[in-house]
């Protein structure tokens, strides 16, 4: 199949389901309220795309590339990033829905997860220094040896973090945060 390269393109409300989603590159493009739920973007390379609107649940992500990529307002279940192309992989998240989806090993310093839902999401083994889960909900997330320095927490709701095994030096925690990082130790703050 040959690939494509597609450059500064908007697709508005397209079901990749019904249609076939082009093989290629994607440079500056914008991808509204489209469905890719499912879709298989083995190998794809998105550079410097847009997703807003977009339902992109159980899309298998093997080796596709995400670099400078934005996700608005879009629903990510089940997602396996820790499958995406390792290379300059960055991306940000704003009110997204991320449950089940998995971040397991990626190096991802700074990335942004702000008023985003996130479930069950896996961080184990994640490089995320200086990232912000602003106003996120992160029930039963994990964080298993997890490098969160300079994270910051500040707003964000539900988490339960163990500080002997995850690295949170100079994390940024708010006072209603801190039975997140105490539970383990069955202390009751109240």
Partial sequence: MNKQYIENEQFDGLNFNEQV???????????????????????????????????????????????GVKFKNCKLLGLRFDQCNKLLLSFSFHACVLNFS????????????????????????????????????????SFESTILEGADFRSALNYRINPEINKI??????????????????????
């Fill in 169 to 190: 030096k100079k994390a940024k925690f708010s006072l209603d945060g801190l039975p997140g990082l105490l539970i383990q130790y069955q202390i009751i703050v109240e």
């Fill in 21 to 67: 989603f082009a093989k290629g590159e994607y440079e500056n493009c914008k991808f509204r309220n489209c469905n890719f739920q499912e879709v298989n973007l083995t190998d794809i390379i998105f550079l410097d795309c847009e997703f807003e609107g977009c339902d992109l649940s159980m899309a298998k992500l093997g080796n596709a590339s995400l670099r």
């Fill in 102 to 141: 998995s971040f397991y090993k990626l190096k991802i310093k700074g990335s942004v997860f702000k008023d985003c839902k996130m479930q069950q999401v896996e961080f184990a083994e994640a490089e995320l220094t200086n990232a912000n889960f602003q106003g996120s909900d992160l029930i039963d997330a």
